[in-house]
């Protein structure tokens, strides 16, 4: 009822007038309810492999579209939940999405399909999130190797108990991803840290790149990184031909982005693998290492 009165209330003024401020504080008001009701979806965006058709993973990346807020950018409804107490049940939300998800791959046959989840650094300093994620998997059955867990470099990997999480994830056979590599504080330590599998470079560095010769020096070191640790790199951000053209001429061997497939609702992630050439996945690994 409190939604719909809220609704009611912004009805009243004109859109443009809702301030971000507002907007967080509905969104921690309203987020239970969303949370209780289903409001709130899982969409997954592909990962392709080098030659920027097939398939090799899918990103899991938080919705939620408020009634009067329109889509939430998914830190704020981090934030939110973070501030209404709900960081773990929101964890578990998106988890069991996922693991839907991974059920559903694995229906189609699609084993060597894996699927990554954002954990951010609060959720991982603040919740059992290796306990919670290993738990699940076993109860489904779903082999570790099948999800992959990405966090950026604020996570405080300096923290024991954030090292133990990560530690008991990677041990269990949970892959894990440096995203927003080159970004703030990068450095080789997280790397190295993290044990990471793969980093993701920030689409800071990608978008534009060929046209811009500092990003594409950037980025082939990441790719040399890469290559000398055994590391798997992802390009994000790819928005334009040219600049997948470029990733692929220099040897990327995984890009996302929105010029190769956007986030989409579960189904239609689903029709659209239907209709998309299958990556050898092993074969890419084998090639990397
Ligand atoms: P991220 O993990 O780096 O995710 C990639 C973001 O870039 C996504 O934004 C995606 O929609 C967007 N993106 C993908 N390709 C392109 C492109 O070609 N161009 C542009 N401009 N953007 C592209 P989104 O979904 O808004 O998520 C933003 C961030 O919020 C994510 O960054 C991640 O850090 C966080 N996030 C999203 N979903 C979750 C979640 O379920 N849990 C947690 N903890 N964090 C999440
Ligand atoms: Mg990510
Ligand atoms: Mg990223
Ligand atoms: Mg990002």
């Given amino acids: 009822a409190a939604k719909h009165s809220g609704r009611n209330h912004f009805r009243l003024f004109d859109d443009g007038l809702s301030t971000r401020l507002e907007m ?3 969104c921690e008001r309203d987020l239970s309810q969303a949370l209780a009701e289903g409001e709130l979806e899982v969409w997954f965006q592909p990962i392709f492999g080098p030659d920027g058709r097939s398939v090799t993973n899918l990103e899991a990346l938080v919705r939620w579209h408020h009634p009067v807020h329109g889509w939430v950018p998914p830190a704020d409804l981090i934030s939110a939940a973070a501030m209404a107490g709900l960081t773990e049940s929101l964890l578990r939300f998106i988890l069991e999405q996922v693991c839907a998800m991974l059920c559903a791959l694995r229906t189609r046959g699609l084993h060597d399909l894996s699927v990554a989840m954002n954990v951010s650094p609060r959720e991982m300093a603040q919740i059992a999130v290796d306990e919670i994620v290993l738990g699940r998997l076993r109860v489904l059955g779903l082999p570790a190797t099948a999800l992959e867990i990405e966090i950026t470099e604020e996570t405080a990997l300096d923290i024991e108990a954030v090292q133990g999480k990560l530690l008991a994830l990677s041990r269990a056979g949970i892959r894990m991803a440096l995203d927003d590599f080159g970004t703030g504080y990068s450095s080789l330590a997280s790397v190295r840290q993290l044990r990471a599998d793969r980093v993701k470079i920030d689409r800071s560095l990608v978008t534009g790149l060929s046209e811009a010769e500092d990003k ?3 980025v082939q070191a990441v790719l040399g990184l890469g290559r ?12 334009t031909a040219d600049d997948l053209a470029t990733l692929q001429a220099m040897g990327c061997p995984f890009m996302q982005g929105y010029h190769l497939g956007r986030p ?3 189904d239609d992630i ?3 693998l239907d209709a998309r050439p299958r990556a ?6 084998l090639r990397e290492a």
């Fill in 24 to 26: 967080r504080r509905d």
């Fill in 216 to 218: 594409r020096g950037l």
């Fill in 228 to 239: 000398a640790l055994g590391l798997e790199v992802v390009a994000e951000g790819i928005e």
């Fill in 264 to 266: 989409q609702p579960r």
């Fill in 270 to 272: 689903l029709r659209f």
């Fill in 280 to 285: 050898d996945v092993q074969a890419l690994r």
